[in-house]
């Protein structure tokens, strides 16, 4: 395994290097490393959500348009949660062993902390094009850059965050578990409003 795909600035490097290509073309997923693949294809599905929110507020499009955009929307959350379990089930493969009774389990695993690095790289290249706009206020350009300068922030701050923890793990002095999500709302054997027919 190439250990570089455990570093979290390259991590967080290479989503916004994807989100600046996706908004140019097609969202390819190119990875060969196994774990890089993994961050790809779950920031390939918080990219198609942001999109997909965006289209279920445009209401002049009418009905049909913004409940596609909706069930779009359930379909890649749904897709989105099950890349944060692969990524920590193929790090816990990594890491797992090293866990003795008693070690310390983290509450936030690794995949969830990457799945939120990637939303925020997706904050950060909307709010850059908010600071970067010609047609707008200065008054709106100083709020979006203080709010890019926060945005930038929580990154430095998540990542490093990630790198204890991946250093942690290594060393065996913390842990963390698989939290399977188990969704019940898109379940029609676990969900009553779509198992239960009316007599």
């Not at 294809?41 to 918080?46: I, V």
């Not at 690794?110 to 690095?117: A, F, Q, T, V, Y």
Request: with cysteine; proline share 3%; hydrophobic share 35%.
């Amino acid at each position: 395994m190439n250990h570089d795909s455990l570093n979290p600035t390259a991590i967080t490097n290479h989503q916004k290097a994807l989100t600046e290509r996706w908004h140019e073309t097609h969202c390819d997923v190119t990875a060969s490393d196994s774990l890089m693949k993994l961050v790809e294809e779950n920031h390939k599905r918080n990219f198609t959500l942001w999109h997909h929110e965006d289209d279920a507020r445009i209401e002049d499009k009418g009905f049909e348009f913004v409940y596609h955009a909706k069930r779009a929307i359930d379909q890649n959350n749904q897709q989105r949660n099950d890349f944060i379990e692969k990524m920590d089930k193929h790090l816990f493969s990594l890491f797992g062993d090293r866990f003795e009774d008693g070690v310390p389990m983290n509450s936030e695993t690794p995949g969830s902390i990457i799945d939120r690095l990637s939303i925020m790289a997706l904050k950060e290249f909307h709010m850059q094009e908010e600071v970067d706009r010609t047609d707008a206020s200065t008054d709106h350009i100083e709020k979006c850059g203080f709010k890019l300068g926060v945005i930038q922030q929580q990154i430095k701050d998540l990542r490093s965050a990630l790198t204890e923890l991946v250093e942690a793990c290594k060393n065996g002095s913390r842990g963390f578990r698989v939290y399977f999500q188990f969704k019940m709302y898109n379940d029609p054997e676990l969900n009553p409003a779509l198992y239960k027919k009316e007599d």
